[in-house]
């Protein structure tokens, strides 16, 4: 890093950092067992949450210099932000370390690949609809067509390296082009209205794990709510604001905004990913200070709950399924920023048939974290083998999980071990969709008995 370099960090540090929260650190430690890289690491300080704060509070004071272990240290941190529910002060560390990623992102001398795939991913692809369509439609043309077999059987799918190899394997049945253009853009309830909601359809969500908004959409209309799907929404931004491109979060942002600020008598914004609900819920946070959008953003974000709070509050339909053994895994953002966590698990509970047992450490994370896993493959790898160890114990068939992300993880999890013949990892929202169709099915076959 030159000196040129240093010296503005340092001054970005010094305007842009917010002081106060930096100074809410009491550095007591509270924050230490809940963090798995500083677990990981055997207790490594600058792992810590604790320690980061450190590093940035040192470069704001002007005490040290940013170097390359800061920057290391800034893109080891998970993000999972488990570490703000163990705080004692309330530091927001979430904000700081996107804050400070923001600040070296500004000043930073990519190579002209990684600046082109930054560019592609960033601007390209995910504001962008159609082209999200487009690229997902590619992926459908790969599975349908024979090349994906042919790419496994030569292990051409391992150029890219093992783990690329590893992640193609649990991708998810991708749904044609022509399905990808058919999208809803509002459902009736079943009977007699209990709310009128919109839904948030993200942008992989809406392609890649289209099965799973399908699902979200059922148990809605199953649940008689009135669901608006708004169609000028876009990509939540979570991406972008994760990997220092805050101005370019903030744009998709402003449009969904926007976009359902147009609809009237709305009780809920819902979703079903807890990556895209954190980052929605903390919209103001984004826009904090800005005198013409910090208002609306707090309006939007009091709105945004998961679907599983949803089901709970408006009392979720029957459900039965064949007799199996599950557990669940949080989705950090769901548990750590939404504070959702017990109506998952009341759901599942729920569900004739099953057996739910409590994972350890089931509030820990996976070890996904977005792109985490591909680009701190080593210590993403270390974690999620720890988490395999827990779900094994709990002799589980099904693993649940209330985000795409942790899904891919827990797959790739059950890969690695070779477990793919008696575990399967799925969505909360498959598996209950699942369940209120069994239950149908199985009820409606009795009442047909009887009625012969």
């Given at each position: 890093m030159s000196n040129e370099r240093k010296q503005q960090i340092s001054r970005d540090f010094q305007e842009k950092m917010n002081d106060d929260e930096?100074?809410?650190?009491m550095r007591c430690?509270?924050?230490?067992?809940?963090?798995p890289t500083y677990i990981e690491t055997g207790g490594y300080e600058g792992a810590s949450p604790r320690g980061r704060i450190s590093l940035m509070k040192a470069v704001a004071d002007g005490m040290i210099e940013p170097d390359q272990d800061l920057e290391d240290q800034l893109s080891l941190c998970l993000g999972c932000r488990a570490c703000e529910p163990a705080c004692p002060s309330g530091v927001k560390y979430g904000q700081l370390v996107e804050q400070a990623r923001d600040i070296l992102q500004e000043e930073k001398q990519h190579s002209l690949p990684v600046r082109t795939v930054r560019r592609v991913v960033f601007d390209e692809v995910f504001p962008h609809k159609k082209r999200m369509r487009k690229l997902v439609g590619l992926m459908w043309f790969y599975q349908k067509t024979g090349i994906q077999k042919l790419a496994r059987a030569t292990k051409a799918v391992n150029i890219a390296g093992r783990q690329m190899g590893m992640m193609e394997k649990v991708l998810p049945n991708i749904p044609s082009p022509k399905e990808l253009k058919k999208r809803p853009t509002y459902i009736e309830p079943k009977t007699t209205k209990t709310k009128r909601v919109a839904f948030f359809s993200g942008c992989l969500?809406?392609?890649?794990?289209?099965?799973?908004?399908d699902s979200t959409l059922y148990l809605l209309q199953e649940s008689n709510c009135e669901?608006?799907?708004p169609e000028e929404q876009n990509c939540c931004g979570a991406l972008h604001g994760h990997s220092g491109e805050k101005g370019k979060a903030k744009q998709l942002a402003k449009r969904n905004i926007e976009a359902f600020e147009k609809l009237e008598d709305i009780d809920h914004i819902v979703l079903n990913s807890g990556g895209c609900g954190a980052f929605l819920t903390d919209y103001d946070e984004l826009f904090h200070g800005?005198?013409?959008w910090e208002e609306r953003a707090k309006e939007f974000s009091n709105k945004v709950l998961?679907?599983?709070?949803?089901?709970?509050?408006?009392g979720p339909p029957k459900m039965v399924l064949e007799p199996q053994v599950i557990t669940y895994q949080d989705s950090c953002h769901l548990r750590n920023v939404m504070k959702t966590a017990s109506a998952p698990r009341q759901l599942l509970q729920s569900?004739?048939?099953?057996?739910y047992k409590e994972m350890k450490q089931a509030d820990r994370c996976?070890?996904?974290?977005?792109?985490?896993?591909?680009?701190?493959?080593?210590?993403?790898m270390q974690i999620l083998d720890e988490k395999m160890v827990h779900a094994t114990h709990t002799d589980a068939t099904t693993i649940v999980t209330a985000n795409p992300g942790c899904l891919l993880q827990m797959k790739l999890g059950i890969e690695r071990e070779q477990k793919s013949e008696h575990m399967k990892g799925v969505h909360i929202v498959d598996l209950l969709a699942d369940a209120v169709r069994h239950y149908q099915e199985k009820y409606a076959s009795h009442s047909l008995q009887n009625n012969m």
């Open positions: 930096l100074l809410n650190c430690g509270f924050c230490l067992p809940s963090c969500m809406d392609t890649m794990f289209m099965k799973t908004n669901v608006v799907i800005d005198p013409e998961d679907i599983s709070e949803v089901l709970v509050e408006v569900i004739e048939g099953v057996t996976c070890g996904s974290a977005g792109i985490y896993n591909l680009i701190e493959t080593e210590m993403s």
